[in-house]
Nanobody, 120 residues
């Protein structure tokens, strides 16, 4: 499956953004999906995940209560709504097909990233 992320940009602290990740093919709706991010000089980290039915979500503690992951399987698209953005949310955001791995999520394929920059 091919993934195409979009929606990044430059915003001020406290603003909101919505990222989108479109997957190609009819099977795109049958995968668990997640967002990861990578800030300059740091390792890529998990942000949020949603099961293929959309019935279960998971969040990193750093974004819990501010970010919401959702999906529209009819459109083969996963979203990440980011509210109350902070400068420390600045990173390249990647969407990925993931599988459960114990208490976490293992990426299986990546889309290209979309840059989110939050100014103070």
């Amino acid at each position: 499956v091919q993934l195409q992320a979009s929606g990044g940009g430059l915003v001020q602290a406290g603003d909101s953004l919505r990222l989108s990740c479109a997957s190609s093919g009819r099977t795109g709706s049958m995968y668990n999906m997640a967002w990861f991010r990578q800030a300059p000089g740091k390792e890529r980290e998990f942000v949020a995940a949603v099961t293929w039915t959309g019935g279960s979500t998971d969040y990193a503690d750093t974004v819990k209560g501010r970010f919401t992951i959702s999906r529209d399987n009819a459109k083969n698209t996963v979203y990440l709504k980011m509210n109350s953005l902070k400068p420390e949310d600045t990173a390249v955001y990647y969407c990925a097909v993931v599988t459960r791995n114990g208490g976490g999520w293992s990426p299986r394929s990546w889309g290209q990233g979309t840059q989110v920059t939050v100014s103070s």
